[in-house]
């Protein structure tokens, strides 16, 4: 016995409004986090805190973009919305890559941050809770945008992990070259996602809206 209309209309309106729902948690959270970021950066002159604090940024963007797409009404923002998505992550990828060689280069050193320290350590655990929702909630929408932010922010609970680690090793052993190695983990996940974003729907010769 196939389901009616009105409840399949209920279900897709309750997933609805459980994707906006995560989306919103998430830029919540990345409005706080940008500025706690940047507090903990410009003390510790660290590179991998500047560039996670500015992935917070695009994933404010990121997290605006499915929201706008979530209510779209006429099913023709999805491409828009990916495009968007992706050239800011590209345009994050080039940045952090700048930043990191010129530290490197110059071997500026880092001071420990252990608001830094604390802040990602949380942020790694409530993007990766975050993440799991979206993932389940875009998988039973059928919708890519959902799907692929869904990775961003698990791309952005992977990011925190390596900017703990880096400043963890730069904090405990004065390992100063793992906060801007931590720097380029976030340069080649920007470009991969960068990159699929970019080219959503046209990879794999799918018409996209």
Known sequence: MQPSTSVVTADRDRLL???LWLEYVTL??????????AVAALAAHSVALA???LDSLIE???????????????????????????AAFVGLAIY?????LYLLATGGRPASSPLGIGWTAITCAAMLALAFGKARAGAA???PVLITEGRVTLVDAYLAGAVLLG????????????????????????FKEGWEALHHGTISGQRVA
């Open 28 to 37: 919540g959270w990345n409005v706080v986090g940008v500025v706690v970021l």
């Open 167 to 190: 400043l963890v090793l730069n904090a405990a052993l004065g390992w100063w070259w793992a906060d801007p190695l931590a720097g380029f983990v976030i340069v080649f996940y920007g």
């Open 17 to 19: 409004q459980r994707g």
């Open 141 to 143: 929408l059928g919708n």
């Open 60 to 86: 404010i963007l990121a997290s605006t973009v499915v929201v706008w797409q979530l209510t779209d009404t006429g099913g023709q923002r999805e491409r828009t919305a990916m495009r968007i998505i992706g």
């Open 51 to 53: 560039g996670f604090g």
């Open 96 to 100: 952090i890559a700048a930043q990191a």
